[in-house]
């Protein structure tokens, strides 16, 4: 199969194109999309064939459940029970944005794409184009990241061309994602509300408008059950074996320099040897994934990623880097 690359205007899509897609997604084909966090492979939830496809291509074990995406909160209401005053509250505070809830789901919404769970996890898209391209579709899309199952995240068309290209009909480019990590994941079925998967929605602004959450325990991602079963520990990681270190990382870089190893250090310093990224969280998080995928390509020994502080602001991020380094 080959793959069509099409290039999108983010906030004045061609109609052409988005029609094409929606052709595609409407014909049960894979179609890999921009959104303002992450590149996604979408396909339309009520094909199961489908949604089985976007679990071959990505290698996704069969247990973990799909983001639905849809334009309007009116849409998200029509696929869940127990719509309440927390979620009401939560979507018009941060819908369309990088933001996920987990909801009761409807019957019409198919057990495939929730890997047989009673709950779905939705979530409005904030970048224009794809929020056309549901409506396009006229369909919710389920969309996970468009990369390989336990791969770095795509940030960029390129990103997914190179993780699937040929597996899948085409791909949009609305050009680099602004957000640069998944969303924020909050089941709100429990009481409190539970974090799930910490996003550029931090927990402060989730408690400013429904009070007090809870959070999903670290240790659990090591073992036991998984109440969300995408929280694998090793997730997020480049083929080349990653170093997490709680300082400077310049005494890591050196010691496995003279090693003999080749190896480059991701951080807050600018200096030969070092990839050097912003010393704020949301900066950060947009140029992380990109970062990574360019260091994976350098044919490496090693990286050493220098963590940033361990405060509530940079949860996210260290969140996705333990996992990167996890099993190195
Ligand atoms: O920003 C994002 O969320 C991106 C873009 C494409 O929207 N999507 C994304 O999807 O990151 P994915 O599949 O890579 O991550 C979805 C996460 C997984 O951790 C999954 O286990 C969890 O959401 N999830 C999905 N449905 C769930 C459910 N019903 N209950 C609990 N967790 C769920
Ligand atoms: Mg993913």
């Known amino acids: ?91 018009e505070a941060f819908w369309p944005g990088p933001f996920t809830m987990v909801l009761d789901k409807k019957n019409l919404v198919p057990d495939c794409v929730t890997a047989g769970a009673s709950s779905v996890a939705l979530r409005i898209p904030k970048l224009f184009v794809t929020r056309k391209l549901i409506e396009a579709a006229g369909v919710p899309l389920a969309a996970p990241s468009a990369n390989l199952s336990s791969a770095i995240s795509p940030t960029t068309a390129s990103h997914v061309l190179k993780d699937l290209e040929g597996r899948i009909e085409m791909i949009l480019d ?5 957000g640069g990590i998944e969303s924020t994941v909050l089941d709100v079925r429990s009481n409190p509300p539970t974090l799930l998967r910490p996003g550029l929605i931090t927990v402060e602004m989730i408690e400013k408008i429904i009070g007090p959450i809870k959070q999903f325990e670290q240790q659990h991602l090591h073992g036991g059950a998984f109440p969300s079963p995408g929280m694998l520990a090793r997730h997020y990681a480049p083929e080349t074996p990653v170093i997490a270190v709680q300082d400077s990382g310049v005494e890591m870089l050196e010691k496995l320099k003279k090693e003999g190893l080749k190896v480059r250090l991701l951080g807050f310093q600018i200096m030969e040897g070092a990839v050097c990224l912003p010393n704020d969280p949301v900066g950060y998080a947009t140029a992380l994934y990109a970062a990574l995928h360019d260091l994976d390509e350098m044919g490496l020994d090693r990286i050493v990623i220098a963590l940033p502080p361990d405060t509530p602001e940079w949860l996210a991020i260290r969140d996705r880097l333990s996992r990167a380094a996890f099993m190195h």
Do not use: C
């Open 174 to 178: 609305a050009g680099p994602a602004s």
């Open 1 to 91: 199969m080959q793959t069509q690359v099409l290039a999108l205007n983010p906030d004045d899509p061609d109609e052409d194109i988005l029609r094409k897609a929606a052709m595609i997604l409407n014909q049960g084909g894979l179609v890999g999309i921009p959104t303002e966090t992450v590149y996604g492979l979408a396909a339309n939830i009520f094909n199961e064939s489908a949604v089985a496809k976007i679990y071959t291509v990505k290698g996704r074990p069969g247990n973990n459940p799909l983001i639905v995406h849809v334009h309007s909160v009116k849409q998200a209401k029509s696929l869940v029970l127990n719509w309440n005053e927390s979620s009401q509250k939560l979507a």
